[in-house]
């Protein structure tokens, strides 16, 4: 799968799921008013036969005055003369009952006369543990007569409460975009790792193809008796068999060894050792690479307490693998510069080089286990990609950190470990 395809894959997702998104929220907001309009309805269908009941039992032959909408959640009735407060509640509880309005309301009751609420009262029709909530303005009504007002303050949450339907396939929405953004992580996954082990293949292929041509070439050419006769070439060409025999082995063992990594804790002989020391000695070891490349090294330890419990093969290890990557890194002359300083209760040591650099985007991924820059098949620089998760490897090991710093002009890696305390 290329990526123009898992891009387009993930546009197309996208606009499905927005559009899903925006056509469940529409329908719900269409839902919703409806919902309140049935429930308006029936408050003014309640309210209009409450003020019925109040005309007959005071017994006035006028009709009913119309039920008014002050508000989203206030309605008003006007009445002929005050009201008794708990006969008006018994009669709204009573037919909010009947009509299955079971929300908390408040009532209150005008005087014309007086031009004030002679009363106002709160119930808890839902039955729920609840306090009243604070005082809201209520609007007042023009009308110069006498009146009474219901407020349902809890009207918004009552009416969502009864759309469980669309909740619930809202939430089956929400677990379907959750899948959806699941399955195109992983696809995205799956596809990095795919080149990342398509460029791992190729590499090991030219790795292990050159000394294995060479050590053809040079037995076939022994057996052939051709340098029979001449014993500096045969010797020669021994030499080639012997060194790219170990070449090959060295290849391997890092290939094994990442692998016991993966299985199991990895098993130091911890010594205090003097890393100034062990510095000195990595360096010497890459000192013909360097003459090959006609490049140089420059130690600048500074550290004043340079002793700290390490095993001594491994973080040689460490060493070689960051000067290695400073010279294969590098389109001249190497200049490689190894610095040593006490901060953190340890010690810190910089490899700096003036290599090619690293992109930031790829810093954090050149200490992945087989990670290169994707280059396809061209293979100018050797390696499988093992040599810096190795190095973190040991460094985690150790109880140390290790982070890149790396621009235009080359890369400096900061190795931090702590120092010994006897």
């Known amino acids: 799968m290329t990526r123009r395809t898992i891009r387009t894959i993930i546009l197309l997702a996208t606009i499905s799921i927005a559009g899903l998104v925006l056509t469940q929220l529409f329908w719900m907001d269409k839902a919703f008013e409806l919902r309140e309009r049935e429930f308006d309805d029936n408050v003014t269908a309640a309210l209009r ?31 002929s003369d005050t009201l008794h407060p708990y006969l008006l509640e018994s009669l709204l509880e009573n037919e909010f009952r009947t009509r299955n309005i079971l929300t908390d309301f408040e009532y209150n009751i005008y005087d014309c006369f007086t031009d004030s609420l002679v009363f106002d009262g709160f119930v808890a ?24 007002g219901v407020y349902f303050p809890d009207k918004q949450n009552y009416l969502s409460g009864q759309m469980g339907l669309w909740l619930l396939s809202s939430g089956i929405l929400l677990m379907v975009f959750a899948f ?47 340098v029979e006769a001449d014993a ?29 990594f993966d299985r199991s804790e990895i098993d130091l002989n911890l010594v205090d050792a003097d890393l100034h020391q062990l510095i000195r000695k990595a360096t010497a070891s890459v000192q013909i690479l360097l003459d090959e490349r006609k490049g140089s090294i420059g130690l600048e330890l500074n550290a ?4 700290s419990s390490v095993d001594e093969l491994h973080f040689s290890n460490i060493i070689r693998n960051l000067l290695d990557n400073a010279i294969k890194y590098c389109k001249h002359e190497p200049r490689i510069v190894i610095s040593t300083g006490n901060i953190r209760q340890g010690i ?7 290599g090619i650099g690293i992109p930031t985007k790829l810093q954090r991924e050149i200490f992945g286990k087989f990670y290169r820059v994707p ?28 982070v890149v710093e790396s621009g235009d002009n ?9 120092t010994s305390r006897k």
């Open 49 to 79: 036969e409450v003020g019925l009941q109040i005309k007959d039992i005071n017994k006035d032959s006028s009709e009913v005055a119309p039920v008014r909408k002050l508000s989203r959640n206030y309605f008003v009735v006007a009445t």
């Open 348 to 354: 810190a040591i910089r490899v700096s080089d003036n």
């Open 375 to 402: 280059t396809g098949n061209v293979h100018n620089v050797k390696g499988f990609g093992l040599g810096l998760f190795y190095v973190k490897s040991l460094v985690k090991a150790h109880g140390g950190t290790i």
């Open 410 to 418: 080359g890369s400096t890696f900061v190795v931090w470990l702590p």
């Open 125 to 148: 029709l839902s039955g729920q543990e609840y306090e009243r909530p604070t005082e809201v303005e209520i609007p007042r009504s023009d009308s110069d007569s006498h009146y009474f």
């Open 180 to 226: 959806f953004a699941y399955t195109l992580a992983v696809i995205v996954k799956q596809k990095r790792l795919s080149e990342i082990k398509s460029d791992f293949i190729n590499n090991m292929t030219h790795e292990f193809k050159t000394p294995i041509s060479t050590i053809s070439a040079s037995s076939d050419l022994l057996m052939s008796g051709a």
């Open 304 to 307: 004043t307490d340079p002793i």
């Open 232 to 260: 500096a070439k045969r010797q020669r060409y021994y030499r080639m068999i012997h060194d790219e025999s170990d070449r090959l082995r060295l290849q391997v063992e890092k290939v094994l060894q990442m692998a016991q």
